[in-house]
């Protein structure tokens, strides 16, 4: 088992910045991959994105790519979130999931932390 713990949520004005952490535990050596993913209200949990937890490369969904950046602390079993230029639709509730396998199907996953973006 790989217990998540997020934190770094909060409120923000549009344009502005919050970094996001994922403290892993458990069976980390177990760990292939990591991502992060949000739920707005009334929407399906979406993909944001995703690393690879021993090369470090990334993957990015479009609505993000060039204002958010993943990465990973290995001796800290911690994944962050850097997100700048956060606009209103992205508020949601962000989720840090961990899998050992190349899917997320049957992940681990955290309980969530709250982002709000006011316009």
């Known amino acids: 088992q790989v217990q998540l713990v997020e934190s770094g949520g909060g409120l923000v004005q549009a344009g502005g910045s919050l970094r996001l952490s994922c403290l892993a535990s458990?069976?980390?050596?177990?760990?292939?991959?990591m991502g992060w993913f949000r739920q707005a209200p009334g929407k399906e949990r979406e993909f944001v994105a995703r690393t690879f937890w021993s090369s470090g490369s990334t993957d990015y969904a479009n609505s993000v790519k060039g204002r958010f950046t993943i990465s990973r602390d290995n001796a800290k079993n911690t994944m962050y979130l850097q997100m700048n230029g956060l606009k209103p639709e992205d508020t949601a509730v962000y989720y840090c999931a961990a899998t050992p396998t190349q899917q997320f199907v049957n992940a681990y996953w955290g309980q969530g932390t709250q982002v709000t973006v006011s316009a």
């Open positions: 458990g069976r980390t050596f177990s760990i292939n991959i």
